[in-house]
């Protein structure tokens, strides 16, 4: 029986130190129907001459994008996999997450799943175990309006086939850090995730990762896509206190 095909999208720009890790991850797998597609930004360092490294194995481009969005944007509608998914270029997954994934989609008829991760610094060292667990927390005992709250979906842990991303379409262009939150609360609208209770991928936070430096705006953007998304005062009211909460909680932990 033919493997069910799994398309992985990874963005890129001047990630050299981390991308050959997230390449590896992803082709350490050896899942049987992979398709893999690195759709770099017209980077300066030594990202390119990792990517020659691997063009036998891959799909890869570069050249001048408009931001992260768009570069996602670019390589799901190349994509053919009957599961896709994005990993970013500074992320890795764990072994054998794509395994795993398959066999959840091969049998049953659920539309998109995620799963737990594990938090690493530039060093690959676990940290901000607190964050996992209290997403862990959020993740496995949602009531209904639980997302509109809080944003528990772990990105690099999240795959949803490709005929349901045709239904709902494609990344708002015009969102720099909640363009994930958007697509996951336009899912929600069709389709409950089913979550997988293990760990799939490693999120890394590091000096000049958006999530570990630009945390304020990405919360205020958070914000305005679920206003976008949905008009409940209270939901938004109280969506804005769990992120005050969060944003003190990154400050102690600074």
Known sequence: MRAIKISIITPSYNQGIFIEQTIQSVLSQNYPN??????????????????????????????????????????????????????????????????????????????WVTGDYTIVDENGKNIHSFVRSYKNFLRLFPFRNMLFIANYINQP?????????????????????????????RFKKLSEPMVIPSPLSA????????GGTQYRKQFEEELKVLEQNNSNKLLQLFHLLHNKLITFVYFLTK
């Open 34 to 111: 992979l398709e893999y597609i690195v759709m770099d930004g017209g980077s300066t360092d030594n990202t390119l001459q990792v990517l020659k490294k691997y063009e036998d194995k891959l799909k890869w481009f570069s050249k001048k994008d408009n931001g992260q969005s768009d570069a996602i944007n670019q390589g799901l509608k190349m994509a053919t996999g009957d599961i896709v998914a994005w990993l970013n270029s500074d992320d890795y997954y764990l072994p054998g997450t794509l395994e795993k994934v398959a066999q959840v989609f091969s049998s049953n008829s659920i539309q």
């Open 157 to 185: 842990s999240t795959f949803w086939r490709r005929s349901f991303q045709k239904k709902i379409g494609h990344l708002n262009e015009d969102l720099h850090f909640c363009m994930d939150y958007d697509l996951w609360l």
């Open 203 to 210: 999120f890394r936070i590091h000096s000049t990762s958006k």
